[in-house]
């Protein structure tokens, strides 16, 4: 039993506890100190109601100040949890209140959709009064009229802007405040000494005229590296740089002169606020492929002012009376955050979200705030995968299963199972843990295969994979990275090995170990299993998801130093696959300068001798190939077709899936020549939204 000196000393202890906490928050200004004692205070004094109440309203104030979403949600619950407390209670009403007021969002905002036909590119802009929408396709610039006969969720005809010939990337675009001037990137020339791809930025009227060139730079490959702002009345120009491998913004006068570097810290993503007076940004690392919290600067420099923390911030647009700036953060691309501004600028960091539309996969752009108060969104619907069979001469489709994401099926040698990698989210927005699994090729219960406990974690790539089973069937080999595999060379792009792993997860064997840029994918089996064809990339200079060169491999399955059977710079390489008889290994190559002809490709494996089989799409890294049992074929997925090439004369067969809006991701041919399996995925196709109706009266 407690007495009345105990009582009293543990109030006491923490009353104590609480005014330390305070002093952190108001004293020394540490809030993160500051919020793990109030914490800590909560979870050993819940019953001294008092001292719980004022914790929960410094809790709140602390995360106020440091722009969390949280601030709300403790108010709310010293409100609901200590309505005895009735002073606490009315400052924390009071401040709820408060952030309402400063912007009162509703729950259920209206999402509208815009039924373009067009397929969209990942990067569109929308006009500031929100009638037109400026993109790029086939290398030319167009602007869509967004309401048109049909009604206001149906756009009019599109027009084209006059570029006088010079041909458009489709990253970029601005529009100036006055929708006079939209500035786009050209599409780059090569540098040959270093590789390095140089792109001028041009400014067009779209009602006519002549574009006017404003810089030439490099910006190496991300696509966010190519955002840009035009001042509102056009007259200035702000974007990025990269310099010794580190990215800056700088603005420049569209008429000409020199460029000014607006801020010392690595940034990307500028945009003018609507009165040209601030520029808000997004701090930059690893060029592009990480990025910090959200700042504004003074457009003619000055001391920057952060505005909102976030892990990865993207895509910031101001609204159109320069009071709150709303943008995306990459390790949650399922809402859109907003942060509101003192009309005399300085920051309150008073963060609001609101979620994307049910069966949204992630927000992928917002594309700007319009006069009227409505924001456009590049929404990626729900992407779904399933597995299905189909018989190899055509006719309807067979569901096997449709559990999670599905990659790189294989049959087993006997034709009983399906092998593949499901990739399954470990919930943090980022990563995902990769699994081989198996299901009855007539449909049934999943099997996950057992990892072997005495190696480490490995992550199969579910791209350049392989992932293809052994003529014995008790073992699969696989392109997969560990801990050690990660680059500093290519963060984006690890240093993949070839791994084999036994079906019954009693062990796992690294089989490749090539130090340096170089990355190992697309394993196949030699038919007698004593050897492995694969693809060794050497990873680009760029950074970027590419290879400067890549070679043909073969390797005894139980390790030892690869025999290089090709060698090449001038193509990509993709899918080296061993036929049937062990003699021959076909492949797709792709050419590397425009119009990227594509083609398919069989190597004679004791001679080295290549022969041209055709021409074939252009196809990529979600392509597989595979053999038919009597070596006389060739067949490769192809957007929503299965394809089927003579090896003799090159003539191609189209076997039709059957399955409306369904692409086929990754593919294989059954052993006795029947039946197709392949991944099968839907939606994920880029769609044009409108944000309305979420802002207060």
């Not at 991300?222 to 603005?251: C, D, F, H």
């Amino acid at each position: 039993m407690l007495t009345t000196c105990t009582v009293y000393a543990q109030e006491n202890w923490a009353s104590l506890a609480l005014t330390a906490a305070i002093y952190e928050e108001e004293v020394t200004g540490n809030l993160d100190k500051a919020v793990e004692l109030f914490l800590n205070i909560l979870s050993k004094y819940p019953d001294d109601r008092p001292v719980a109440a004022k914790t929960l309203y410094h809790l709140g104030l602390v995360n106020e100040k440091m722009g969390k979403h949280k601030a709300a949600e403790y108010f709310t619950r010293l409100v609901n949890t200590y309505p005895d407390q009735k002073e606490m209670v009315a400052l924390a009403k009071e401040r709820l209140n408060s952030l309402l007021s400063l912007m009162d969002i509703p729950h259920k905002p209206t999402f509208r959709k815009i039924n373009i036909p067009t397929q969209l590119t990942p990067s569109v802009k929308l006009s500031p009064d929100g009638k037109m929408l400026a993109f790029v396709i086939e290398k030319k610039l167009w602007i869509l009229p967004l309401s048109g006969n049909l009604g206001h969720e149906f756009p009019g005809t599109p027009s084209q802007v006059n570029t006088e010939g010079i041909m458009v990337e489709w990253s970029g675009l601005s529009w100036s405040g006055d929708g006079k001037l939209i500035a786009f990137n050209d599409l780059p020339s090569k540098v040959d000494s270093d590789k390095e791809l140089f792109q001028s930025i041009y400014v067009v009227n779209p009602a006519g005229g002549y574009p006017k060139e404003v810089i030439n730079n490099y910006r190496d490959w991300r696509v966010v590296n190519y955002r840009m702002s035009l001042s509102p009345e056009g007259k200035k120009l702000a974007y990025t740089s990269v310099e010794n491998n580190k990215q800056y913004i700088y603005t420049k006068d569209v008429s000409g002169g020199v460029q000014k570097k607006l801020v010392d810290n690595q940034a990307r993503e500028p945009v003018y606020s609507p009165d040209g007076e601030r520029i808000a940004y997004v701090e930059d690392k690893s060029l592009g492929s990480e990025g910090g919290n959200l700042w504004i600067i003074p457009e003619n420099g000055g001391l920057p002012e952060l505005v909102a923390e976030a892990r990865n911030a993207t895509s910031p647009v101001w609204s159109p009376d320069g009071n709150i700036i709303a943008f995306l953060d990459n390790e949650d691309k399922k809402q859109i955050n907003f942060v509101q501004l003192q009309d005399d600028s300085q920051i309150t960091n008073k963060l609001t979200s609101i979620e994307a539309p049910p069966e949204t996969e992630e927000i992928f752009l917002l594309s700007g705030w319009t006069s009227d108060n409505r924001i456009g969104l590049l929404l990626v619907p729900k992407r779904q995968s399933a597995l299905y069979t189909l018989p190899s001469s055509g006719g309807p489709a067979t569901l096997l299963m449709n559990q999670g994401s599905i990659s790189h099926p294989r049959w087993s040698p006997d034709g009983k199972q399906i092998f593949y990698v499901s990739r399954i989210s470990n919930g943090d927005g980022q990563t995902a843990r990769t699994w081989l699994a198996s299901v009855p090729a007539t449909g049934g219960s999943v099997q996950i295969i057992p990892e072997d406990k005495n190696r480490e974690t490995l992550w199969l790539w579910p791209y350049y994979g392989g992932n293809r089973v052994s003529p014995d069937g008790t073992t699969i080999v696989s392109s997969a990275m560990t801990s050690r595999d990660t680059s500093s060379f290519s963060p984006n792009f690890p240093r993949f090995k070839l791994w084999k792993n036994a079906i019954d997860g009693t062990e796992s064997e690294q089989i490749t170990n090539k130090q340096g840029p170089y990355a190992d994918i697309y394993p196949s089996w030699s038919p007698d299993g004593q050897q492995i064809a694969f693809l060794r990339g050497q990873i680009s200079n760029s950074g970027g998801e590419d290879f400067d060169k890549t070679d043909i491999c073969i390797v005894n399955a139980s390790g030892g130093e690869p025999e290089i059977l090709l060698s090449t710079s001038s193509k990509y390489i993709l899918s080296p696959v061993w036929s049937p008889g062990g003699e021959m290994i076909a492949y797709f190559s792709r050419e590397r300068e425009e119009p990227y002809t594509s083609y398919m490709n069989i190597m004679n494996v004791e001679t080295g001798e290549i022969r041209i089989i055709g021409e074939i799409p252009n196809i990529y890294v979600s392509s597989d190939l595979a053999w038919s049992p009597d070596r006389k074929r060739i067949a490769f997925n192809y957007n929503e077709l299965i394809k089927v090439m003579n090896v003799d004369d090159g003539s191609i067969e189209d076997i039709r899936t059957n399955l409306e809006g369904v692409n086929t991701w990754h593919f294989d041919w059954s052993p006795d020549g029947e039946r197709f399996v392949f991944t099968g995925w839907k939606g994920g196709d880029l769609e044009f939204w409108f944000l309305e109706d979420f802002l207060p009266e």
